[in-house]
């Protein structure tokens, strides 16, 4: 595609149940990154796939909180459980090689509310 | 842990004026420095990136790169009001595997 697309655009979820939420990068990009950002706050690294490998998850907030990448492509992002703590931004973003430091672009976000 | 660290404003600049914004970061072997613009509930849009010591100009933007002093800047020339955003800091260790970390942002106000 000729940007990254997340979706759903929106969520709207109750406390406890779990969420997917899915990331399209800008097709020949390996490196994808997960962000997180609650109003009026920075943005929270979340987590790295370099093709289909994370070199480091450290950065989930919890083990609620779990990512995967197929085929190099699209990755989700899954939040079981959820909390109220979870309502935020999440945001996707793509480059072509994460290890050069290439650019990186944002998709628009899918923004979560757990009620 | 890698550190970018930004004054978090809000920075008010007059119309036409040059806007500074500074980031520093604690990382010496970082590579790649970006800075990102913010519209309020928009997404992170990429401005400039800077690779080496130096200058960096695009239009109305110059990047600044010192990586003695581990300091990274934007000035913003002939600042208008659509300029009015926050500006985010973001760089790269190279083959970090914590990926692009983003400072937290200055909050630019261009008055008319």
């Known amino acids: 595609g000729a940007g990254v697309s997340q979706s759903p655009s929106n969520k709207v979820t109750e406390k406890g149940k779990d969420v997917e939420l899915r990331c399209d990068p800008i097709?020949?990009?390996?490196?994808l990154y997960w962000y997180r950002q609650s109003l009026g706050q920075g943005l929270e690294f979340l987590i790295y796939f370099q093709g289909n490998s994370a070199p480091d998850k450290s950065g989930l907030p919890s083990d609620r909180f779990s990512a995967e990448r197929t085929g190099g492509s699209v990755s989700t992002l899954t939040i079981q459980r959820t909390q109220q703590e979870d309502s935020a931004v999440y945001l996707c973003?793509?480059?072509?090689?994460?290890?050069?430091?290439?650019?990186?672009?944002f998709g628009q976000g899918t923004r979560l509310t757990v009620v | 842990q890698k550190e970018v660290e930004q004054n978090s404003g809000p920075l008010s600049v007059p119309e036409g004026a040059i806007a500074s914004l500074n980031c520093t970061y604690s990382?010496?072997?970082?590579?790649?420095f970006f800075w990102y613009r913010q519209y309020s509930g928009k997404s992170p849009e990429l401005i400039m990136s800077i690779y080496s010591n130096g200058d960096k100009e695009d239009g109305r933007f110059t990047a600044q790169l010192n990586k003695a002093s581990q300091y990274v800047s934007l000035l913003i020339r002939d600042s208008q009001p659509s300029d009015s955003a926050t500006y985010l800091c973001?760089?790269?260790?190279?083959?970090?595997?914590?990926?692009?970390?983003f400072g937290k942002g200055t909050h630019l106000i261009i008055q008319p």
């Open positions: 973003a793509s480059s072509l090689a994460g290890y050069t430091g290439a650019e990186a672009f």
């Open positions: 097709s020949g990009h390996t490196a």
């Open positions: 973001a760089v790269w260790g190279g083959g970090g595997a914590d990926g692009l970390t």
């Open positions: 990382d010496r072997g970082s590579q790649s």
